[in-house]
């Protein structure tokens, strides 16, 4: 059985890379992220260089709401918060320390032509720069290795644990396209500063399982914590070799250092859990609420009709799961996730979820957004 031919994954970056070579790096006029300065409102706080305009003019961003009934309602900013020095970028990972954001994220290398993972921070989650590393390519943390199992390096999630910074990663050998790409595997690096990192040995700490939902690829990680364990999000890809089934599914492993991981045997979420999607559900991210449910935010998949974001809550990270059957963030025709939003990190925090995702837009640029639901997000 074949992948569909998706605007599924069309994210990952074999398609960055022809992207590219079209002529489509597409660089930003700031250098950095964010839109305009006239283009902030409320729902992030204004650069200090802006205040005064703001004071003299009032400003007015452009926003669209969606409600369901008995949840949360989120406002979505119809314009990005953050391209990069080129407009090829997504799979944001975003953590607070005191009172600066840093977003990981899947950045590209015009050199090698190769996906790559760069870090920017911010003080209000709207006006981003690049840290302050520049190995030829503007905040880039750790580089890929020709050849190797991280030849190319996708989908990073960062997590502070303790005093540590550790820096997940999916890495492949580069074939020129999805499937000649796998298998792809999961990498680890580890910093004590979160700038400089290191390396966990030169192998993968996860490897796909053969005949598995993962036989093919681990993307997407996503950490929480349980009953003293620390409990891994994944998508799981199998195209090739599939005694479960083919297709993308919602998996789970468990450590207790972040470096050994045990996977569970059973999904915790497939398509027939999804059954208004075509493909079920890619892209976690998995968050523990103040009200000690846990909250997954994930990408629903409708093959060649694009993609939205959906949000389900349960007492485990395992399920069984509350699902709520809207999506919560939708494509917008015209802008920047024309083609669909996909791939949330969320934070809970003062009062709010906030969320950053990426957009695939018609213009094939692909760029980081950003929306916000008033807690708690399951109403009474």
Known sequence: MRAPAVTLLSHRSPALRAAAIAGLLLLSACGGGGEPAETRSALGAEPIDAQAQARAK???????SV?????STWTKRLKPVFSGPYSLIGDASVVREGNQLRMVYNCFDPVRQRGAVCQARSSDGISWADAPINDGLAGRLIQTRPGEWDDAH???????????????FSGYVDKGGFVNSF????????????????????????????GGHDNDAIFS??????????????????????DKGYGVTLLAATSSDGRTWTKRPEPILTQADLPWTENGAAEASIVRGPDGWYYLF????????????????????????????????????????????????VLIENGKARMWFHGFGSDQTIRIGYAEAPWPLRLP
Request: overall charge neutral; aromatic content about 10%; glycine content about 10%.
């Open 58 to 64: 009032p400003v007015v961003v452009s926003t669209v």
């Open 67 to 71: 409600s369901t009934p008995g949840w």
């Open 154 to 168: 996708e989908t990073p999630l960062l997590y502070k644990r303790g005093s540590e910074w550790l820096l997940y």
């Open 183 to 210: 298998p792809a595997y999961l990498g680890l690096a580890t910093s004590t500063d979160g700038l400089n990192f290191k390396r966990h040995g030169s192998e993968p700490v996860l490897l796909p399982s053969p």
């Open 221 to 242: 990680p996503s950490i929480t914590e349980h009953e003293g364990q620390l409990v891994m999000i994944y998508t799981g890809h199998c195209w090739t070799r599939c």
């Open 298 to 345: 994930m990408s629903y998949l409708y093959g060649e009709n694009g993609h939205d974001i959906g949000l389900a809550r349960a007492r485990t990270p395992y399920g069984p799961w509350d699902i709520n059957p809207s999506p919560i963030v939708r494509r917008s025709a015209g802008e920047f996730d024309a083609k669909g939003p996909i791939a949330p990190t």
